[in-house]
């Protein structure tokens, strides 16, 4: 029993002064300044405008408050924030971060300080050195700040519709860092974009701009969304397209249609309907006057008029028409063109002035020929007076 009993008392006489040089080895550690720092692992995320807390702490925990701990970005020589001899130093940190930075000491018995940043702005992104230095002996910890901003005010504007379709265009301003955009349809599919364009203001802010054609049988209902790729966050809007907008193409085509065939009909109603006039006038002369008058010509111009009138409009109509539809089913300028939207305005506007001339010109045509028309017939019955000395007023006479 006496050896048992010395046995145990010599087994914790060792356990116990294991345990003291372990004491004495980490207080040996702590007074020789033997420490590492640690901090966040992952980005710390910053919202513009707003403030952002960084935090880093000694291990194992420890006074901190006779260190120096200083807060710095690419050069040590340049602090963001300095704490050292119980004071922070503002005079010594970059001009940029004078009264933006406060240190909370509130944990400084545990070795752990927060550095504050206030009023974010897109250069404070990147990476902060936290370094806690005891005499000659120092170590450091690397926090990631990403800074980002999210817009919620996004608009879509449209062009006057042309006879292809109607050009959109989405604009957002304000965001950091540059977000994904795309045009999207209401079942959520991706709709390719006619172009995409950005920039930044004076701010460091990216104003994005993406624009989409619809056409005519395309898509009525579409989405401009919008994604912080940091984030993750989400904006978007949407529009619905009446189909009243492009009823107007069909509209027009019908009314164009309808003036070229009512002017063709028009021509060749009044033609015919002269024709008649002219063969019934001309049956009252005999067949050697005409036969001299043909010698003459006369005969021949008194058709001529007629073919002018049959042929010339409706050559016109069809080569106008022609015309128009070339200039709109040849691409010329490409729909991520700035000036496509122009483009097709000046197309529908040609169109418009061309149809309009054409009509001008077919009641002009008919006009003129028919006053030649009366003065023919005044010339023929003055020629038949005088070949037949018959009296007897001929039609148009007193014209």
């Known amino acids: 029993m006496g050896s048992i009993g010395s046995g145990v008392m010599g087994a914790t006489e060792v356990l116990t002064s294991y345990c003291v ?31 952002v807390e960084l935090n880093c702490q000694l291990s194992p925990p420890q006074q901190a408050q006779h260190m120096e701990i200083r807060w710095f970005r690419n050069r040590y020589t340049q602090p963001v924030h300095l704490y050292r001899n119980g004071k922070n130093l503002h005079g010594e940190t970059m001009s940029k971060y004078v009264e933006r930075t406060e240190l ?50 996004i608009q879509i504007l449209m062009h006057t519709p042309n006879i292809k379709g109607v050009m959109l265009e989405c604009h957002s301003g304000g ?32 104003n994005m701009s993406m624009v989409l054609f619809i056409e005519a049988s395309s898509h009525r209902n579409v989405i401009c969304y919008f ?15 009446s189909g009243e907008l492009f009823s107007w193409k069909i509209v027009w085509i019908m009314i164009l249609s309808t003036i070229s065939f009512v002017m063709i009909d028009f021509c060749m109603t009044y033609c015919v309907q002269q024709q008649l006039i002219h063969e019934e006038s001309l049956s009252t002369v ?4 005409c036969e001299s008058d043909q010698s003459e010509g006369t005969c021949y111009k008194r058709n001529y008029p007629w073919i002018i009138i049959a042929v010339v409009p409706i050559i016109s109509v069809f080569a106008i028409i022609g015309v128009m539809l070339f200039l709109h089913l040849e691409q010329r300028v490409s729909i991520s063109d700035s000036l496509f939207s122009l483009y097709n305005s000046w197309l529908t506007d040609i169109s418009m002035i061309l149809g309009f001339l054409l009509s001008i010109f077919i009641v002009t045509t008919i006009a ?32």
Not at 230 to 238: F, L
Not at 286 to 289: G, K, T
């Open 21 to 51: 040089v372990l004491c004495l080895l980490q207080m040996v550690a702590l007074s020789s300044g033997h420490f590492t720092v640690i901090g966040s692992q992952r980005p710390i995320l910053a919202t513009l405008g707003g403030n």
């Open 104 to 153: 909370l000491t509130d944990a400084f018995n545990e070795g752990k300080v927060i550095l504050r940043i206030l009023n974010v702005t897109v250069d404070d992104g990147g990476a902060y050195h936290c370094v806690f230095k005891d005499g000659e002996f120092y170590e450091e910890h690397i926090t990631e700040v990403k800074v980002t901003a999210t817009s919620s005010d």
């Open 175 to 206: 965001w950091f860092p540059q977000p994904h955009m795309e045009w999207r349809n209401s079942k959520g599919e991706v709709i390719q974009a006619t172009s995409k364009f950005h920039s930044q203001d004076k701010n460091k802010l990216f």
């Open 227 to 241: 994604q912080n790729l940091v984030t993750h966050q989400e904006q978007s809007i949407n529009i619905v397209l």
């Open 286 to 289: 005999d067949n050697d006057q």
């Open 368 to 399: 003129k020929s028919s006053l030649f028309n009366k003065k023919w017939c005044i010339g023929l019955c003055i020629h038949m007076k005088e070949a037949e000395a018959t009296g007897g007023p001929c039609e148009g006479e007193e014209l």
